[in-house]
């Protein structure tokens, strides 16, 4: 499946997409819930990859990884899916 976010840092305010979870090809990315690091996975060939990080944190699909700019993790609350085109601040 996999799912495209538009991510907005709340500490930078820098804007970008990201793709997240599996393709229907079995191969993505998936992020530490503890560090952030990113793990590319490939499903293709059945569930058999360690889900551990390095840190001892967890890949999950559900952690968003860390901000390109300024590196700090991301958490659902940057996710600016349809947010109106408005001039804030
Ligand atoms: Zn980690
Ligand atoms: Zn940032």
């Known amino acids: 499946m996999g799912v495209t976010y ?6 930078c305010g820098h804007t970008f997409s990201r793709n997240y979870g599996v393709g229907y090809n079995g191969q ?9 690091r990113a793990q590319a996975v490939d499903f293709s060939g059945g569930w058999g990859w360690d889900p551990t990080c390095e ?3 967890t ?5 968003l990884g ?6 700090s993790m991301l958490t659902k609350e940057d996710i600016a899916d349809d947010e109106p085109d408005t001039h804030g601040g």
Request: charged fraction near 30%.
């Open 6 to 11: 538009r991510i907005r840092c709340r500490k």
């Open 28 to 36: 993505g990315t998936m992020y530490c819930v503890r560090c952030g």
């Open 55 to 57: 840190c001892g944190g």
């Open 59 to 63: 890949f999950d699909a559900d952690a």
């Open 66 to 71: 860390r901000c390109p700019q300024c590196n």
